[in-house]
């Protein structure tokens, strides 16, 4: 069962079953109630699923939870933000070879950007035709390496 995101429904019924069958949180197992908020809950694991297993749940006051989640939220952002960088660096340092027409090589080129500007062509249209959507841009055929 993939249970990594779910409804606002699915999750109110999760916790309603962890309360059901393991009682309401009666302790923090962050600041173990020295923080003064009484009020405890049940919190997703960071490495956790949300899925019918105690053992992908804390028990946490309301102050801990929200600092918890908190960061949770921030290094999933930071995640992210990491991987569309890495995404876009290799988009743009990714080789590409031109051809002539009858598929003959003529040059490597160290990245899309550096070839449409030597030939004269838009990256629009050399990436249309790397991505086979047009047969050739500026009078060659391109293929990634
Ligand atoms: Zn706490």
């Not at 993939?2 to 079953?17: A, F, L, P, Q, V």
């Not at 490495?47 to 105690?54: H, I």
């Not at 102050?63 to 995640?79: A, F, M, R, V």
């Not at 449409?116 to 047969?135: N, R, W, Y």
Request: charged share 30%; with cysteine; net charge positive.
């Amino acid at each position: 069962m993939k249970c990594n995101e779910i409804s606002k429904k699915e999750y109110d019924k999760i916790h309603r079953w962890l309360r059901r069958v393991y009682g309401h949180a009666k302790i923090c197992e962050i600041c173990k109630g020295l923080k003064g908020n009484k009020r405890y809950e049940y919190a997703l694991k960071r490495e956790g699923m949300y899925c019918y297993d105690r053992s992908s749940y804390l028990t946490l006051c309301r102050i801990c939870h929200l600092e918890y989640d908190g960061i949770k939220t921030n290094i999933l952002h930071k995640l992210r933000t990491i991987e569309t960088m890495e995404k876009i660096h290799k988009a743009k340092c990714q080789p590409i070879a031109q051809y002539d027409r009858n598929m003959n090589f003529i040059k490597q080129w160290r990245s899309q950007t550096e070839a449409a500007k030597a030939i004269g062509i838009s990256k629009t249209t050399l990436h249309e035709s790397l991505s086979g959507q047009i047969p050739t841009a500026g009078g060659f055929k391109w293929s990634r390496i």
